[in-house]
Structures are given as structure tokens and as C-alpha cells.
């Protein structure tokens, strides 16, 4: 009887563990402010971090704060990058002219219990949806206080920005972050076109900018928050976000 209560125990301690899926959450915004010109999130900062949880065996969720279409920024569309030719192969619509993911999850569906992190690609678009969302400041604040990772590289930091715990701090106060710089939007010459610095909101909120070099590898681990500058960083930034999940 006490070997049979113990299998049981056991058992269930071991479904307990089984680690739940990462949430990669895209943005929905398309226009890149009044320039008149497309926008949408970055495709390698979505497909290197893909890469990094696959090879992890981490089962991922492609979600959006509206859900169904993702547009891919055309710019970021360098299919010569084996992990983004395949993320474009595995997810993309298939129209060059029109690039994007036709499906993601609307996070208004999704519960915090059901993963173990949440991981906010870059790009443009992101500063126009992610700030703002009541579905990204939910989710992110209720994954952070059930012991979960999050993580957001280049741009995707704009979803933390005003994400808030239930005691109402903010959820980068006094935390060490990377993020796309001021430098690095004056020389994409965007100063005037996104809707707020982010480097300076981050600031703002009671973050820790550590800036790196321009459109050079700069990733930060700090407790359960793993963060990126650009591009560049989007490998190293999914390493660390699996590395807070390991030690968590």
C-alpha cells in the first residue's frame, strides 16, 4: 500500500513538472506611424528565439495582442538567415508583397497558468500596440507573479512599459534592462516617427537601461526578466530567458 501511495505521489509530482508551453507574442500593427510606409514585427527577432526554444524542446505559442494576422515589418524580411527563412517557411502567409503570420493567438483567450514564460518579439509595430494593451499588461504581470520568465528584445520592451505587479509597482522597477536605444532610433532616422522614446519610458518606469554599442549583441539577465538591445541580441536574449527558466 505505502509503495503504491508513493508511485502515486510520484506520479503526480512528475506531471506537476512537466514544463508548460512559452508564449512568443508578436505585434498586430502594420503602419509605420504617418510615413505611410509598412511596419509590423522584426522577423529575425521572432525566428531566433523560436530557434533557441525549439531546440529546447519548449513547445511554443505564436500570439498577438489581437490574435489572427502578424505583419512582418518587409524590411526585416532576409530569408538568406537560415532560422528566418524557416520561420517564414513553417509560419508565413506566403505573400512577399504582404508578409506576416496569418495565425496567432489573441492573448484576451490565454491564461497565465497555462505557460511557464512569455517572450515579446521587436519591431516597430510593437510601439504602437504592446504599450497600451490591457491583455499585454495582464498577462505579463499575472506570468511574472506565478514565478514565470519573461523576456522581450529590441523594441518588445515596449509591452513592459507600463505592466505593473498587483501591488501596484511597476514590473522594471529598480531592474537592469536592454533595450533599442535613442542612439539607434536616430540613426534609423525613426526619432520622429515612433510615439514615445523607449529607452527614456523604460527609464521612466524605473528601469536600468544599460545601453550597449549600436546594433551590436547586448543582452541582460536580470532575475526573471531577460531583455535585448536589436536584432542582434535576439539569440542571446532567448538563451538567457531559458537559463532564468532552468533556475527558476
Known sequence: MKAL????????????ADPRPLLLVLTNHKELGDTGKPTGFFL????HPFQVFEAADREVVLASPQGDFAPIDPK????????????????GNGDPDRPG????????????????????AGGHGAMWDFPDSDAVQSLTAAIDEQGGVVGAVCHGPASLVKV??????????????AVFTNAEEKAVELTQVVPFSLED??????????????????????????????PASATRTAELFLEALRVR
Not at 501511495?5 to 506537476?16: E, G, R, T, Y
Open 5 to 16: 501511495i508513493a508511485l502515486m505521489i510520484s506520479a503526480v509530482a512528475a506531471v506537476a
Open 76 to 91: 526585416s524580411m532576409k530569408l538568406e538567415d537560415a532560422a528566418s527563412r524557416e520561420f517564414w517557411e513553417k509560419f
Open 201 to 230: 519610458a523604460l527609464r521612466e518606469a524605473g528601469a536600468e537601461p544599460q545601453i550597449g554599442e549600436n546594433f551590436q549583441e547586448n543582452a541582460v539577465l536580470d532575475g526573471r526578466l531577460a531583455t535585448g538591445q536589436n
Open 164 to 177: 505593473k505587479r498587483s501591488n501596484g509597482e511597476s514590473l522594471v522597477s529598480g531592474k537592469k534592462v
Open 101 to 120: 503570420v496569418a495565425q496567432t493567438k489573441s492573448l484576451r483567450g490565454l491564461k497565465a497558468e497555462d505557460f511557464d514564460g512569455i517572450f515579446f
Open 44 to 47: 529575425s527577432e521572432a525566428a
